[in-house]
């Protein structure tokens, strides 16, 4: 028991680190398809830890789009902090696709490639653009950045979107 309080002790002590959210890494992690000698459509679902100590059980999700042709990534997220600002919490905007969530690298949960994906792809813009909790956000239980990603899922099932139980919120659309 007492080896026990000894490792989770010394795991939260790294947990609060001298890193600041507004230092962390936001760099690409390259695993998406360079734009600019990929041709074909990729459509992408990422996952990533999410910030401090909530990343021990939780995930911050979005979605990546590229169309046939095009030289850039489209970025489907929600972020709660937008809210605090006036902001719809949904950001859809042109931007690095695979970017760390905050010092997180991030996982590709689901991708799609090839003939067929612009399709897909114009169901999730349909589908970001229709989400019902524009302006709202809550970390638990949601509507979350996972609850977008869910919804987005559900309304467009040839995805084949599974995201994880640490997806916390994705419940929420049920």
């Known amino acids: 028991?007492?080896?026990?309080?000894?490792?989770?002790?010394?795991?939260?002590?790294?947990?609060?680190?001298?890193?600041?959210?507004?230092?962390?890494s936001r760099e690409p992690a390259g695993i998406a398809p360079d734009p600019a000698v990929t041709h074909e459509a990729v459509l992408q679902v990422?996952?990533?830890?999410?910030?401090?100590?909530?990343?021990?059980?939780?995930?911050?999700?979005?979605?990546?789009?590229?169309?046939?042709?095009?030289?850039?990534?489209?970025?489907y997220e929600v972020i709660g902090w937008r809210a605090s600002r006036g902001l719809p919490v949904t950001r859809i905007a042109?931007?690095?696709?695979?970017?760390?969530?905050?010092?997180?690298?991030?996982?590709?949960?689901r991708e799609h490639r090839g003939e067929g994906v612009d399709g897909l792809i114009e169901a999730v813009d349909l589908a970001a653009r229709n989400y019902p909790w524009q302006s709202e956000y809550r970390a638990f239980p949601g509507p979350?950045?996972?609850?977008?990603?869910?919804?987005?899922?559900?309304?467009?099932p040839q995805l084949g979107l599974d995201l994880p139980f640490s997806a916390i919120g994705s419940g929420y659309v049920d």
């Open 1 to 24: 028991m007492r080896t026990l309080v000894v490792l989770v002790l010394i795991q939260l002590a790294g947990c609060s680190s001298t890193q600041d959210w507004r230092t962390a």
């Open 46 to 75: 990422y996952g990533a830890d999410a910030w401090g100590w909530r990343g021990w059980f939780a995930i911050h999700t979005w979605v990546a789009a590229k169309r046939t042709g095009e030289a850039a990534y489209t970025v």
């Open 94 to 109: 042109q931007d690095a696709p695979d970017r760390h969530w905050y010092g997180a690298r991030p996982k590709l949960l």
């Open 144 to 156: 979350n950045s996972n609850t977008f990603v869910a919804w987005i899922g559900k309304h467009v």
